[in-house]
């Protein structure tokens, strides 16, 4: 937990606080049109694949550490969680919007869903199908949203 919370909060700096993050919100949003306004689109998504893999690396330590021993196939189905959660923190898939504080709200609804199941004695595969549900959902709320949000707009 304490090294979810540091990472989560130099990314909310990088993110919320520094030039790169708001340039990173401008390529996700329009790569184009970020391209026309100088910024080097391909060197801060080079920056983005760097970040990601050290803290994919970090979650590979942390992970090998609880459980004791290393497979290839350890991470398999993590996948639908971490874009469950992401999608459910407010995120959109589209690109150019999203917080941190929504996506660690996010990992904690599913975190606690995941739990409640279990300790329901419900089977695994309830949470599994929940979970693509609430992404389903997550992204059909995303969608109407935003279009509510243009129709005020124009």
């Known amino acids: 937990m304490p090294i979810l919370a540091v990472v989560a909060i130099a990314y909310w700096v990088l993110l919320h606080r520094s030039t790169i993050g708001r340039t990173l919100f401008a390529i996700g949003f329009s790569p184009e049109g970020a391209r026309h306004a100088g910024i080097p689109v391909e060197r801060r998504t080079g920056l983005v694949y760097i970040l990601t893999g050290f803290v994919t690396a970090l ?13 290839a196939g350890a991470g398999t189905g993590y996948e639908l969680m971490a874009i469950t959660a992401v999608v459910l923190g407010g995120t959109s898939i589209f690109g150019g919007r999203g917080t941190i504080v929504g996506t660690v709200l996010g990992l904690f609804a599913i975190a606690v869903l995941g739990n409640g199941l279990m300790l329901s004695d419900q089977p695994v595969e309830l949470a599994k199908i929940i979970g693509g549900v609430l992404l389903l959902v997550a992204i059909t709320g995303n969608q109407v949203l935003a279009k509510v949000a243009s129709g005020r707009r124009g």
């Not at 979650?59 to 497979?71: I, L, N, T, W």
């Open 59 to 71: 979650a590979s330590v942390v992970y090998v550490a609880r459980v004791g021993q290393a497979k």
